[in-house]
């Protein structure tokens, strides 16, 4: 596709239930990023990929949040036994490259919505 | 945690007026990015600045950057109501390889 695409765009859950959160990144962007928003707050980092591997999960709230990355490709972010407060919009970004030497600019798909009841 | 902060938090000015946000942040960097978020879901890019460059223009924005002063500005001059939205500043972390945003300035521009 031409962006990057997060799905499922609205999701609500019972507390309790596991859920996954996916992001098809731009094709060939090496670096992808998971992001955490509450309303009208700025941006919490969660997680950042380089290929398929995470150097920095140092973002993650917890050890009911998970992420992996394969082919290089789509991620999936994984949430167990969720809570009220996991209740926030999660973006997923992707860039062609954030080495130090030659960062770029990030791409953003339009998040996904998770409220937990 | 969060490392920019963006100075203020919100903004509202009559159209046609220059809009300036700035951003402090507190580790060293590499880059500093700046985005757009409407209507809460996906954030656009705008600008990047590198942090051996110290102004840098695109169309009616320009954004300067200050490494001894960690802080950055975005100006948007002549401003349109469709600039209304939440403007963000975004690091690049020396020594690491993630974008760190900080909490954004709401801006309102009113016609």
């Known amino acids: 596709g031409a962006g990057v695409s997060q799905s499922p765009s609205n999701k609500v859950t019972e507390k309790g239930k596991d859920v996954e959160l996916r992001c098809d990144p731009i094709s060939g962007h090496t670096a992808l990023y998971w992001y955490r928003q509450s309303l009208g707050q700025g941006l919490e980092f969660l997680i950042y990929f380089q290929g398929n591997s995470a150097p920095d999960k140092s973002g993650l709230p917890s050890d009911r949040f998970s992420a992996e990355r394969t082919g290089g490709s789509v991620s999936t972010l994984t949430i167990q036994r969720t809570q009220q407060e996991d209740s926030a919009v999660y973006l997923c ?3 062609l490259s954030n080495s130090e030497e030659f960062m770029t600019e990030a791409f953003f798909g339009q998040g996904t919505r998770l409220t937990v009841v | 945690s969060q490392q920019g902060e963006e100075d203020p938090q919100a903004l509202s000015i009559q159209e046609g007026e220059n809009a300036t946000m700035n951003c402090s942040y507190k580790t060293s960097i590499n880059n500093l990015q700046w ?3 409407n209507s809460g879901r996906g954030l656009v890019h705008l600008i990047l600045i590198r ?3 110290r102004e840098k223009h695109s169309g009616r924005l320009r954004v ?3 490494t001894s002063k960690k802080s950055s500005s975005l100006l948007i001059t002549a401003s349109r109501a469709a600039d209304t939205a939440s403007y963000f500043c975004a690091t ?3 020594g690491a390889q993630k974008l760190v945003f900080g909490q954004g300035t709401r801006l309102t521009i009113n016609p």
Request: glycine share 6%; hydrophobic share 20%.
């Open chain 1, 93 to 95: 970004a992707s860039s």
């Open chain 2, 35 to 37: 985005y757009r978020q």
């Open chain 2, 51 to 53: 942090s051996n460059e």
């Open chain 2, 64 to 66: 300067t950057l200050d």
């Open chain 2, 92 to 94: 690049g972390q020396l």
